[in-house]
């Protein structure tokens, strides 16, 4: 019999992943130290405390039961609303946006925990709902209802790039749930419809200028396409090694913009050069593949969908950003989990591994008893 001195609570832990995080982070703040030039403050010191708080929190996420979390799903739900009431009401403003709830101890973006909380109550409600009834108005209204209410509510902040993410994660477990696939094909066609005009009645000035300057950067290098246009230069300048650790003049010179937060990868690939981005891609790979396989060995229709859920929320951040900081997308401000320097998008990433984490763990436990 083999003798183990680790302890089975211990042992539990999904490690193939924590690991690879942890590595990530650290890259992530020594990428933040070189942009403060040289200095763990303001923000690598306080990345990776978040990070470790927050692990503890998700730790603590993992040992929740299932019942517990669909016992929590509207409460949760509610809460949010509420908050992001409070924040038309009371939020303070910040690059013309007003996102923010300041509590004092730290500064909240309610909009970013939506992205969890409409995976849960979403997967809460399909879980609930007799696989007869999905397929018909019964499946579809209340749904559309519980992402349409939270959508309004962050669109008016305005913040674009966090209404669509919501309106993915939501789609996604619909999907998943079992909507017949001919109302999402629709849905498209309609979007398709409905696009140039919201682009020109609902849009702001400055969200209408970042679609046109996705479309051609080079058309104002100095003005709309600055972000872009200087993002392509550090990356490509990084080459396949990087200009060496601390020594990134686009971010040093304060060429590139949001060099700590969207752009942080731009940061990290010219000083590290396309090795340091394919290991961020290899963890990003091991945590979403990881999250696909939690999902594809839940036990329960709500476990499923509540897995999928969360793997595509953390998904989305990483695909726009990236997208993003190449010019593939228009900016609109998604951060990239665990490099860019952020309390509630890390805070929001955090949730969804923990869950995750708790998913595993039923999964594990169900395996036991057969």
Excluded at 25 to 51: D, E, K, N, T, W
Excluded at 167 to 186: D, K, N, Q, Y
Excluded at 220 to 231: E, K, N, V
């Amino acid at each position: 019999m083999r003798m183990s001195f680790v302890p089975a609570t211990i042992a539990r832990e999904p490690w193939k992943v924590i690991l690879p995080l942890v590595a990530l982070v650290l890259f992530g703040a020594a990428v933040l130290y070189s942009a403060s030039g040289g200095s763990m403050q303001p923000y690598a010191a306080s990345h990776v405390i978040r990070f470790l708080v927050f692990l503890v929190m998700a730790l603590v996420i993992s040992r929740l039961p299932e019942d517990l979390f669909k016992w929590l799903a509207y409460p949760a739900y509610g809460a949010m609303i509420v908050l992001l009431i409070l924040v038309e009401l009371l939020g303070a403003m910040g690059g013309g946006s007003q996102r923010w709830l300041n509590l004092g101890f730290m500064t909240l973006q309610p909009s970013e925990l939506m992205k969890p909380t409409i995976v849960l109550v979403l997967a809460s409600f399909y879980s609930t709902l007799p696989a007869s009834m999905i397929a018909s108005w019964r499946g579809l209204l209340p749904a559309f209802g519980l992402m349409g209410l939270p959508v309004g509510l962050v669109i008016l902040q305005p913040d674009l790039g966090t209404s669509l993410a919501i309106c993915f994660g939501g789609f996604v477990v619909m999907f998943l749930a079992g909507l017949p696939l001919r109302w999402f094909i629709g849905a498209g066609a309609a979007a398709a419809v409905i696009a140039p005009i919201a682009f020109f009645t609902l849009l702001h000035d400055y969200q209408r200028r970042r679609v046109t300057t996705f479309l051609d950067p080079e058309s104002d290098p100095l003005g709309a396409g600055y972000h872009i246009t200087q993002s392509k230069i550090a990356i490509g300048s990084g080459g396949l090694f990087g200009k060496g650790f601390g020594n990134g003049s686009q971010s040093h010179l304060e060429y590139l913009p949001e060099a700590h937060t969207d752009f942080v990868f731009a940061t990290m690939a010219e000083e590290w050069g396309l090795i340091g981005g394919l290991f961020v891609l290899l963890v990003f790979a091991i945590v979403l593949r990881w999250g696909l396989v939690v999902a594809r060995n839940a036990k329960s229709r709500f476990a499923r969908l509540l897995a999928a859920g969360m793997t595509v929320t953390i998904f989305f951040y990483i695909a726009v950003n990236l997208m993003m900081v190449v010019g593939f997308a228009p900016v609109v401000g998604i951060p990239l989990p665990f490099m860019s320097h952020g309390g509630s998008s890390m805070l929001t990433i955090m949730i969804c591994v923990g869950t995750l984490m708790a998913v595993n763990r039923w999964n594990q436990r169900s395996s036991s008893f057969t």
